[in-house]
């Protein structure tokens, strides 16, 4: 994690330096690597002992364009309308903007300017603000009115939200005291949050209506498969439960595996974001075109060898010559398998093109806090 801050003021600096040695004394419990930098744009430049660096060669616009695409967290020490003004042509999606905070330089007020809850701009208003003792500003509605955050909760727990529009209409129905509707077939730990209703009443895609025989047309669903939804308005939130198993012949292009994997995914209904990792024999550790499409995919490559993968619990789809080659009669469905945890293979050996791809779901319990 990566936090930069700026400070315009011989006061700033003072609150910037006390700030930092809060950081140095407390590291931050999200990442314990994480680094923090400030800079000063002043006329007054700080000791040269102090952490805070003077802005030299940088207009305020040039920092806050370098440090918005570069940072998770962006700190002002500054009127506000000084941060609004800076960060406004670089503002473009909640689900990547860096969360925005900003402090008066005597430090008495803390605000979440944006990305409140997917940034976690109102987490860290609350901890900085409890550090320095000062009072937090946060001004989204589902804090004021204590509801449930779908898109907080989603943070939290590694969710991918299927549509910022839903989640928006999920918000405002809690909001509105309207009940929201909940399904998944993962097992659940701790109850459901205040206005979120168990409903297990598949949607009738045929009624006129669209609605459930509850009444409820709005609801979340837990699920790497879009097979089905079980209400008219569906908010997925899609955990990163899959392993993907992989084997190819040498030399295939990344762009091939992206596209049978791709395939093989649409063609069993299961979310791309659903992904969390891709699993392979040693053979192919370093195969371009694996390691390509696991860099372009973000995903981690695990492998391992034959022996490792012979020892994966099931049935799987043999193949002699497969063994001739590698040593063990099946890799996709193996691997796969044995990287989720012996998890259970829902979908087997998918053959084009000399790529071999298969998933794997890894046992997954969704949590909400005990009530």
Not at 81 to 96: E, L, N, Q, T
Not at 112 to 128: M, P, W
Not at 222 to 245: E, K, M, Q, V
Not at 295 to 302: E, N, Q
Request: hydrophobic residues 40%; contains cysteine.
């Amino acid at each position: 994690m990566k936090i930069n801050g700026i400070c315009f003021s011989k006061d700033g600096i003072a609150l910037a330096e006390k700030i930092q040695k809060l950081f140095e004394e407390t590291p931050c419990p999200q990442d314990q690597n994480a680094r923090l930098e400030w800079h000063c744009k002043s006329n007054r430049n700080p000791d040269r002992q102090s952490p805070v660096r003077p802005l030299q060669h940088q207009s305020l616009h040039e920092w806050t364009e370098a440090a918005f695409a570069d940072s998770d967290v962006l700190i002002f020490i500054s009127a506000l309308g000084i941060a609004v003004r800076a960060i406004a042509p670089f503002v473009r999606d909640k689900r990547s903007d860096p969360a925005v905070l900003v402090l008066d330089e005597k430090g008495t007020y803390c605000i979440a300017v944006l990305s409140g809850h997917i940034g976690g701009a109102n987490h860290f208003t609350k901890i900085l603000a409890e550090q320095l003792e000062c009072i937090p500003v946060i001004t989204t509605a589902t804090d004021l009115h204590g509801k449930f955050a779908v898109d907080v909760y989603a943070k939290e727990h590694d969710y991918v939200l299927s549509s910022m529009t839903y989640a928006k209409e999920v918000s405002a129905a809690l909001i509105g005291g309207e009940s929201v509707g909940f399904y998944t077939q993962f097992p659940i730990v701790g109850s459901l949050p205040e206005g979120v209703v168990w409903s297990d009443k598949l949607h009738d895609e045929n009624a006129s209506a669209g609605m459930q025989p509850d009444g409820i047309t709005l609801g979340i669903f837990i699920s790497p498969s879009f097979s089905r939804a079980y209400f008219d308005h569906t908010l997925w939130l899609i955990p990163r439960c899959l392993t993907l198993g992989i084997g190819c012949k040498k030399g295939t292009s990344a762009e091939l595996i992206e596209e049978v994997a791709r395939e093989m995914l649409d063609q069993n209904c299961f979310y791309q974001e659903a992904v969390s990792a891709v699993a392979s024999i040693d053979l192919k550790e370093n195969e371009p075109g694996l390691l390509q499409f696991c860099i372009d995919k973000g995903l981690p490559l695990h492998v391992y060898t034959a022996e490792e993968l012979q020892e994966a619990e099931g049935e799987f789809t043999g193949s002699d010559f497969v063994t001739g080659i590698t040593g063990v009669d099946n890799v996709c469905e193996r691997a796969a398998v044995l990287d989720s945890g012996n998890g259970k293979l829902v979908v087997k050996k998918y053959v084009r093109d000399g790529v071999t791809c298969a998933l794997a779901i890894t046992d997954w319990t969704v949590e909400f806090d005990a009530s």
